[in-house]
């Protein structure tokens, strides 16, 4: 099956710097690539996705980017700021009828 | 739509008791999970839904561990006894098979077995 790793497990940055989060998968045939964020006491919510059909996608302040050849994808935040402080999930996905498979979760913390 | 429920949002009981915790999908999605959030073991998928039937419960702990979903709106976990190593945050998500894959979880059970 699917094995998703995530790295860092814990991310500490000061305000207005940058973060990146990257997680690998092992599934070729995965093609669907979500992140969710967890803030404390929070349920996780969807924030952005990316297609394999893509290589980078970006909202705002975060963007992802997908690496097929090398199996790994990236979550980055810039200018980050304390709200921004929560756990991040990485999942690989090979559609719908497809289960997730999460990874392990980082935890940011944006100091003010 | 109103998002997935669950109920309760908080539960504290003692060791040996039952608990049932109870989770409303988002109407129209086919599947249904259910996952444990602890800190030394992060988020665990338990057991999974489509339309109704269960399809993997190798995520389910053990045999007091048990889940049903007699229909489309409307799914249990239940835990039989109830041990202290069960306390977590219990989250239902639904999903549609025609979608890519994205999940939208509920609010949470935290269950505080004593």
């Known amino acids: 099956g699917e094995n998703v790793e995530q790295h860092p497990s814990t991310l500490s940055v000061q305000e207005g710097d940058s973060a990146v989060i990257k997680c690998t998968y092992s599934?070729?045939?995965?093609?669907?690539f979500p992140w969710y964020k967890q803030e404390l006491g929070k349920r996780p919510q969807l924030i952005i996705d990316?297609?394999?059909?893509?290589g980078e996608k970006k909202d705002q302040r975060i963007a992802v980017t997908l690496n097929k050849t090398a199996k790994h994808f990236s979550l980055h935040i810039t200018e980050t700021q304390p709200e921004d402080s929560a756990v991040y999930f990485c999942?690989?996905?090979?559609?719908?009828?497809?289960?997730?498979?999460f990874g392990r979760g980082t935890s940011l913390i944006v100091h003010p | 739509d109103a998002g997935v429920i669950q109920s309760p949002r908080h539960e504290v009981t003692e060791m040996g008791q039952e608990v049932t915790l109870r989770c409303k999908p988002i109407s129209g999605h086919d599947y249904l999970f259910w996952y444990r959030q602890t800190m030394m073991r992060g988020l665990e998928l338990l057991i999974y839904?489509?339309?109704?039937?269960?399809?993997?419960d190798s995520g389910m702990p053990e045999d007091r561990f048990s889940a049903k979903m007699p229909n489309a709106s409307f799914s249990t976990l239940k835990i039989q006894p109830s041990e202290p190593r069960d306390s977590a945050v219990y989250f239902c998500?639904?999903?549609?098979?025609?979608?890519?894959?994205?999940?939208?979880f509920g609010p949470g059970t935290r269950l505080t077995v004593t």
């Open positions: 998500a639904s999903s549609l098979v025609s979608g890519l894959g994205e999940q939208y």
């Open positions: 990316i297609r394999s059909n893509v």
């Open positions: 599934d070729s045939a995965s093609n669907y």
């Open positions: 839904f489509n339309n109704n039937v269960p399809i993997d």
């Open positions: 999942a690989a996905s090979k559609g719908g009828s497809y289960i997730p498979t």
